[in-house]
């Protein structure tokens, strides 16, 4: 059974940090590329940072570039969102997403609040 189980989220302050986490098991973590996506209060779901199975390849979000970094460990099945600098409009229910067998499988998510 495929898993992506999200942790991090929090509120933070403009300027700060959070460093988000997603577990993944249930497919070979390994051979398949991975993503963060986010959706802010009424909007819609938008692609924020993408990595190749090796970490080979990396691609961000215009708005994050130079913010944000994804990277993984395939030995632990993880891959994480370093968020720096975080702004207001950052703010976001943020997910990890997968494809296997032409199936997208996501997270349920975690929230990201960026506030005094």
């Known amino acids: 059974q495929v898993s992506l189980v999200e942790s991090g989220g929090g509120l933070v302050q403009p300027g700060g940090s959070l460093r988000l986490s997603c577990a993944v098991s249930?497919?070979?973590?390994?051979?398949?590329?991975m993503s963060w996506y986010r959706q802010a209060p009424g909007k819609e779901r938008e692609l924020v940072a993408f990595?190749?199975?090796?970490?080979?390849?990396?691609n961000y979000a215009d708005s994050v570039k130079g913010r944000f970094a994804i990277s993984r460990d395939n030995a632990k099945n993880t891959v994480d969102l370093q968020m720096n600098n975080l702004k207001p409009e950052d703010t976001a229910v943020y997910y990890c997403?997968?494809?296997?067998?032409?199936?997208?499988?996501w997270g349920k998510g975690t929230l990201v609040t960026v506030s005094f």
């Open positions: 997403k997968s494809r296997y067998r032409n199936i997208d499988y």
């Open positions: 249930g497919f070979p973590f390994s051979s398949n590329t």
């Open positions: 990595i190749s199975s090796a970490s080979t390849i990396t």
